[in-house]
């Protein structure tokens, strides 16, 4: 089988060392912090001229200001005149992209002991999050405000960024360990079938259909019946997996988590704007008890980061976006977007 290398997230260092440092007093960043090796630029020391940023300091009134400033262009990205008006759309784009609900009911759904295996490999905390309703508005205008040569947001008062530390805080999933990155193959055919037990339409494709990965869990229609509510889709949904998943440990386990843990990467850690589900990661899940080992939440940063360098008349992000939701939500909370529920709850993303 003949391959090329293809570093994943090997950015993911570069992306780690952007860091905000605040004052002290304010509830969110506002002086930016860039680490070269040894060296710290900081609000006492010039920037240099070969610094992207400019050094700045902002008053707690004008950041607030500035952030109403901010919620007005919110606002704008849902204008009749604007070309993300129709919201509903999006709004049902962005969701079903995830397939949130059909990867929660299938974990409902699973044995005890697969439970306790997803445990020990660090997703139990991510899989138990809730469905969080996506802010379209939100979610497009920090879009437009990512800065490609930085990698960062570009708001009034400087540069921020999701960190590493975000992540863990927000997702619950590790960002140390070995990197998830691998051998790209001409063609995933064999491990597919080998591994999944599922049949690949094309000899080159680093895809599989979603419905046919669905149904072999259980799920073959995940499409809401008339009159039927939310709870009692999701009790149908898991009922349907629970016929077909084994009970007892053995091969069939086996290839029931692959399936479940390929739904789980393809759709919402690295996730894609297509319908089906990549396969790129799939020989990293050939050995389940090293599975836990690497660091899954470093690289949904990594994607979701290479996913907000497209165009901004491209709709949404093919990544994680919730974890850019919570994180205007907890960093900048004078925007007044999102409302917490749960306080104190963790990960960051049950409060809302």
Not at 5 to 13: K, R
Not at 46 to 56: D, I, K, V
Not at 151 to 168: I, N, Q, S
Request: with cysteine; charged share 25%.
């Amino acid at each position: 089988m003949h391959g090329v290398e293809s570093a994943w997230h090997s950015c993911v260092g570069r992306f780690a060392q952007w860091e905000t440092d605040g004052n002290g007093k304010d509830p969110f960043p506002v002086t930016l912090v860039l680490r070269q090796g040894a060296r710290r630029l900081t609000s006492e020391k010039a920037t240099s001229n070969l610094s992207p940023f400019e050094r700045r300091r902002v008053s707690r009134r004008n950041i607030e200001r500035e952030c109403d400033h901010m919620f007005v262009a919110f606002e704008k990205a849902t204008d009749p005149l604007s070309p993300y008006q129709d919201r509903e759309w999006f709004w049902s784009e962005l969701r079903s992209r995830l397939g949130w609900a059909v990867i929660r009911a299938i974990y409902d759904a699973l044995p005890e002991f697969q439970i306790r295996r997803l445990e020990g490999m660090g997703f139990g905390p991510f899989l138990r999050l809730e469905e969080l309703t996506p802010d379209v508005a939100l979610i497009q205008a920090l879009k437009e405000r990512w800065d490609p040569e930085c990698h960062a947001f570009l708001f009034p008062w400087g540069h921020m960024v999701p960190t590493l530390e975000d992540v863990v805080r927000i997702t619950g999933l590790r960002v140390d360990g070995p990197a998830v990155t691998g051998t790209t193959y001409r063609s995933y055919q064999e491990p597919v079938e080998r591994l999944l037990d599922l049949e690949v339409r094309g000899e080159r494709s680093l895809l599989v259909g979603r419905t046919v990965l669905q149904a072999s869990l259980g799920v073959a229609n995940a499409r809401h019946r008339t009159g039927e509510g939310q709870a009692e889709y999701l009790a149908r949904l898991t009922e349907d997996a629970r016929a077909v998943l084994a009970e007892g440990e053995g091969e069939a386990a086996d290839r029931d988590l692959r399936q479940f843990l390929i739904l789980v990467i393809g759709k919402l850690i690295l996730g894609t704007r297509g319908d089906p589900v990549g396969c790129r990661c799939l020989p990293l899940l050939e050995d389940l008890s090293s599975v836990g080992n690497y660091a899954w939440g470093a690289a949904l940063l990594a994607h979701l980061f290479d996913s907000l360098g497209t165009s901004s008349w491209e709709t949404g992000v093919a990544g994680f976006f919730p974890l850019l939701q919570v994180w205007v939500y907890y960093r900048l909370p004078s925007l007044g977007r999102g409302v917490a529920r749960r306080r104190g709850a963790v990960p960051l993303l049950q409060r809302w």
